[in-house]
């Protein structure tokens, strides 16, 4: 049985910083495309960021340059580092895995950004 399970989400002020993790099991891990998504109350589910299982990283545009994806493979876990957090950053972010037509999804994390 496949699990992704998120951890390390919070309440955080402006400016602050949270990260997210990710373990799996269930999977061999190190083959899949890892990916975090969000999202936020009204709004559709959207790509935050995404490691491929040889390491290259893409981000959104919105989060670029503030959020760092990055993955062990001996943990099999995946995070997201999150840097000078925003209130629009507020969402619950989901961990994805991937390969092939192979598509998991994590329960998701709460982070709310606000004073």
């Known amino acids: 049985q496949v699990q992704l399970v998120e951890s390390g989400g919070g309440l955080v002020q402006p400016g ?27 709004k559709q589910r959207e790509l935050v960021a995404v490691i491929t299982s040889s390491g290259s990283t893409n981000y959104a545009d919105s989060v670029k340059g503030r959020f760092t994806i990055s993955r062990d493979n001996a943990k099999d876990t995946v995070y997201v580092q999150m840097n000078s957090l925003k209130p629009d950053d507020t969402a619950v972010y989901y961990c994805n895995a991937r390969l ?16």
Not at 20 to 36: D, K, P, T
Not at 100 to 115: E, I, N, P, R
């Open 16 to 42: 602050g910083s949270l990260r997210l993790s990710c373990a799996a099991s269930g999977i061999i891990f190190y083959r899949h495309n890892m990916a975090w998504y969000r999202q936020a109350p009204g």
């Open 100 to 115: 092939t037509s192979y598509v998991y999804w994590g329960q998701g994390t709460q982070v709310t950004v606000s004073s």
